[in-house]
């Protein structure tokens, strides 16, 4: 669909002078065992943990990631580096209620069952095959293989807590 | 936390060079009725839709949003601003099942009620004061005004299927 007919669809508002310099800067999902989704975040997928909060009178802990090409743009000094990361698109919250990793029986809602509503998250990759090889070899859990169903160009895998993630490689959805 | 403090968490990896590229690229949230959900994202945030595709045997349909300081950086091409917005982070998925919008007793889950999972959406805006006193104006449900609870520089509000969206100001939170 073209830009123009977008813009025109039942809804569609033109940005008002308000709302400049706003950005959709997180989402934020609660985890199990904080230690474990830190692992898949991290060496999976490549995000790197930026902040840190902990409330202990609320038994919670907050862990903001981000997934950049160069770690070098990110702020040494402590405050900087929150400012600048409540300034960026794309981040990550992780939450974790104190003591659920120790439930065995404790799981949190993926979504994509009743009652639905949150869907997924999507990873982008330059290359699609390359990335499922290599979550294949890992051990990761697949919801979706490249080779199921209908939509061969994506795949989703699942994150420790069984939140989707969409894997895709944009230039294999044009062609 | 400083950095090293937060890389040396545990669980946390060292990005792995096969990891390169990779973009955390979109959320997806299901909405019970499109027009509502756009005029909301686009008028209240000043989210622009750049891609729609309808799945007409599945009875759905998905619109892919930015939000983007100047819209001139969206491709015009259809194809070029499909592989654009692939590989952008923060973009915002809405998903739509046709004819949820004429059950009036159909509500997706937000996440905040058993049985949780998702948590929210954020958009940090330049100025939470007068974001607030906009969305006040504007009628927008508050799920948390600034001055409710402890936490006085956030405020969260809700969109038409009561997804909660945190709203902040980078600065605010250093203060």
């Given at each position: 669909m073209s830009l123009s007919h977008l813009l025109d669809m039942p809804g569609v508002n033109t940005p008002e002078a308000?709302?400049?310099?706003?950005v959709f800067n997180h989402t934020m999902i609660r985890v199990k065992d904080l230690a474990r989704s830190l692992d898949f975040y991290t060496r999976m997928l490549g995000f790197t943990p930026v902040h840190r909060q902990d409330f202990p009178d609320a038994a919670f802990t907050i862990v903001y990631l981000v997934l950049v090409a160069?770690?070098?743009?990110?702020?040494?000094d402590d405050a900087a580096r929150l400012q600048w990361v409540l300034g960026q698109p794309g981040v990550l919250e992780l939450t974790h209620n104190h003591g659920?990793?120790?439930?065995?029986s404790f799981r949190y809602h993926h979504?994509?069952?009743?009652?639905?509503g949150f869907g997924h998250l999507c990873v982008s990759v330059p290359d699609v095959e390359e990335a499922c090889a290599r979550f294949e070899a890992m051990g990761v859990t697949f919801q979706?293989?490249?080779?199921?169903?209908?939509?061969?160009h994506i795949a989703f895998i699942r994150d420790p807590d069984d939140y989707w993630i969409e894997i895709l490689q944009p230039a294999s959805i044009i062609a």
């Open positions: 308000a709302t400049r310099g706003y160069d770690r070098a743009i990110i702020p040494e659920t990793e120790h439930d065995e979504g994509n069952a009743e009652p639905r979706k293989r490249l080779t199921d169903g209908r939509m061969k």
